[in-house]
């Protein structure tokens, strides 16, 4: 997806609805295969950055700041579509992820699943995490 001009990346901004924190939901989903790698939160500045750079950013609650993914690991999202559900409280972000999606070094966030009656992990480290932040 082209980045788009940012008066239009304003009024769809503007007409998603944010929590009481001004926080929505965004589950990134790799655009080639369907992948669901992770959800994060989004307000709406990051919204506004994402759509006007074709770079994903998200918000931090734990650092109460913009995220631009892959800032401190390099894996970065590009943003190849950008949806958003029927009462607008929840985007959908089509990515070309860049190496793994996951701080644990897995190539997505959903690796626990239960298995044979039992919570289990079902994916890999592929990267260690020391070396995603080094």
Request: aromatic share 8%; proline share 3%; net charge negative.
């Amino acid at each position: 997806m082209s980045p788009i001009d940012p008066a239009t990346a304003k009024d769809i901004a503007a007409r998603l609805k944010y929590n009481a924190d001004g926080l929505i939901p965004a589950i990134a989903q790799q655009h080639d295969t369907g992948e669901v790698l992770m959800m994060a939160w989004m307000n709406s500045d990051a919204v506004i950055e994402t759509l006007t750079t074709g770079r994903v950013c998200y918000y931090s609650r734990s650092r109460s700041k913009l995220w631009r993914k892959g800032e401190s690991s390099g894996q970065v999202q590009m943003l190849n579509d950008f949806r958003w559900d029927c009462d607008d409280d929840t985007v959908l972000l089509q990515v070309d992820q860049k190496g793994v999606a996951c701080h644990t070094g897995r190539h997505n966030c959903f690796y626990n699943a239960v298995r044979e009656n039992q919570a289990t992990v079902i994916a890999d480290v592929e990267i260690d995490p020391d070396d995603l932040y080094s």
